[in-house]
């Protein structure tokens, strides 16, 4: 079982949807969670992060949180073609972990006009 | 502000040779970190500096990667000798405090042949 496993893509919303991005973990342990945004050939950007249970909203973008689950989403709402990225989940431990980032394999969005 | 730097953003080498990737994180940044995605595969912590100490290094696949950061400031990444394996585009980081947002660099390609 990966570390961090995300919804396999490529995702493929119209112009305007809502884009629902998943994530699972392992590590019962982890601390604070993470989404970042890579266009391809860039850094990874960070868009939003979470370290209590349920819903952090920021502008367009949701992360949802359920630490009982193991399970931490992103919702894009109005999705535009500028949000065309992979998407990608990273948690974060704690103890002497802090500051790793155990990433998952990344989603590829594509929202089509 | 300038961002995190990494140099070179590309590399060609031949296997057995060596090669000395650069990173300068953002100025006042006490923790760095390093992280390599492969073909195919997720991105991967490899260490975590904070200052000039090794905070963790649990990610370094061998002997052959040697980490440094002198001086608290910037890092290098040493491969030698390089394998065919060790083709990938290497990341680095920089973020305050061990649990605030991590700024990514670029990354350098590094293909081995």
């Known amino acids: 079982q990966k570390e961090v496993e995300q919804n396999s893509g490529p995702l493929s919303v119209p112009e305007g949807a809502i884009a629902s991005l998943n994530c699972t973990y392992s590590?019962?342990?982890?601390?604070?969670f993470f989404w970042y945004r890579q266009y391809s050939g860039k850094s990874p950007e960070l868009i939003m992060f979470?370290?209590?249970?349920g819903d952090k909203e920021d502008g367009r973008f949701t992360a949802q949180l359920n630490k009982a689950s193991q399970y931490v989403s992103l919702l894009i709402r109005d999705s535009q073609p500028s949000d065309s990225a992979t998407y990608l989940c990273?948690?974060?431990?704690?103890?002497?972990?802090?500051?790793?980032?155990?990433f998952g394999q990344g989603t590829i969005l594509t929202v089509h006009p | 502000e300038a961002g995190v730097t990494q140099f070179p953003s590309h590399s060609v080498i031949e296997k057995g040779q060596t090669v000395t990737l650069r990173c300068d994180p953002i100025?006042?940044?006490?923790?760095l970190y390093w992280y390599r995605r492969v073909m195919g595969k997720e991105i991967k912590f490899l260490l975590h500096?904070?200052?000039?100490?090794?905070?963790?290094e649990s990610g370094m696949p061998n002997n052959r990667f040697l980490a440094e950061r002198t001086g608290g400031t910037y890092s290098t990444l040493k491969v030698q000798p390089a394998e065919l394996e060790d083709s990938g585009v290497y990341f680095c980081?920089?973020?305050?405090?061990?649990?605030?947002?991590?700024?990514f660099g670029q990354g350098t390609r590094l293909t081995v042949v």
């Open positions: 980081a920089s973020s305050l405090g061990g649990y605030t947002e991590a700024f």
């Open positions: 590590d019962r342990g982890s601390q604070s």
């Open positions: 979470i370290y209590s249970n």
């Open positions: 990273a948690v974060m431990g704690g103890g002497t972990s802090y500051g790793k980032l155990t």
């Open positions: 100025s006042g940044h006490d923790n």
């Open positions: 500096f904070v200052k000039e100490s090794k905070q963790d």
